[in-house]
């Protein structure tokens, strides 16, 4: 055994040396083997040779030591393999922020997706930025919040105020803010490559709000949140989740009630279990 092994130890070094060589092949003729046995090459290839001793008896399967797996052509490209996760394309996260004047400075200067292209202006977020009680977070601006580059401005925002008002605080005393900083064309939904980009500014948005709760409005804002692309909003409302420690509540967006009025009870109960996790009573109407 001792034997077979140096054989292919030395095997292993001469295709080795041919590939750093830098040849695709190698040649395993008459000569090539002669040299690599040590035997003069007129003797390999003279008739006169004298008779090879018989053949020694097979080998047990179990003993029998493994044939190289082509190793010249695996080894031949010109760079070596890769993990997958090293071949993929990163997103560099914005630098850690001291002030939410800093992160919104950083998203007027945002040039990484198309939609830096598009918008009219970007639309950071806005309001209590000192441990508010909560913070809401949406899923983008549109068309009125790309004009007026704030948050939660149209006939949705003016909702959103009602809702403010009911739990009882004023605008000003919560954050405001959405999963993207800039309108996607046609107010339609943002992708998951948008959303990649644009969520380490709402994370560190959050990480300097430092809210009580935070309220995710919709199925977006709420899937943005938990990076879960398949997140159903129907089945997570109204059941506490977390982000990053901090209590989650999600519930349906401001827009969905404009178009489906009788959820409005199912919203305000959702904020009502907000209310109470605060230890606070809604507004007396």
């Known amino acids: 055994m001792d034997s077979v092994r140096s054989v292919i130890r030395d095997l292993r070094e001469v295709l080795e040396c041919e590939i750093l060589a830098g040849r695709r092949k190698a040649s395993f003729d008459d000569p090539f083997v002669a040299q690599f046995a040590g035997v003069p090459e007129k003797r390999a290839s003279s008739s006169a040779a ?4 018989p ?4 080998m047990p399967a179990a003993q029998m030591p493994a044939a190289p797996q082509a190793p ?13 996760a090293a071949t993929q394309p990163s997103v560099p996260a914005p630098p850690a922020f001291t002030a939410l004047e800093a992160v919104a400075d950083a998203v ?6 198309p939609l830096s292209q598009t918008r009219t202006h970007c639309v950071p977020g806005e309001g209590n930025g000192n441990a508010p009680d909560v913070m809401f977070v949406g899923e983008a601006p549109g068309h009125d919040e790309d004009l007026a580059g704030r948050p939660f401005v149209g006939r949705a925002g003016q909702l959103l105020d009602k809702m403010i008002a009911a739990m009882g605080f004023r605008r000003e005393e919560v954050f405001i803010a959405n999963i993207l900083k800039c309108r996607p064309p046609n107010n339609r939904t943002p992708t998951v490559e948008e959303m990649a980009v644009c969520i380490p500014f709402l994370r560190s948005q959050i990480s300097l709000v430092r809210p009580k709760v935070i309220v995710a409005l919709g199925a977006t804002a709420y899937r943005g949140l938990k990076n879960d692309e398949k997140a159903s909003i129907s089945r997570a409302r109204g059941i506490w989740d977390d982000f990053d420690g ?22 305000w109960n959702d904020l009502k279990m907000v209310l109470a996790r605060l230890g606070r009573a809604p507004a007396a109407r």
């Open 246 to 267: 901090i209590p989650l509540m999600p519930t349906f967006h401001p827009a969905y009630l404009l178009r489906t009025p009788g959820a409005k009870r199912i919203v």
């Open 50 to 53: 004298p008779a090879a001793p």
């Open 108 to 113: 007027r200067h945002c040039a990484k997706c």
């Open 55 to 58: 053949p020694p008896a097979p």
């Open 72 to 84: 010249v052509e695996k080894a031949a490209s010109a760079a070596p393999m890769l993990p997958l």
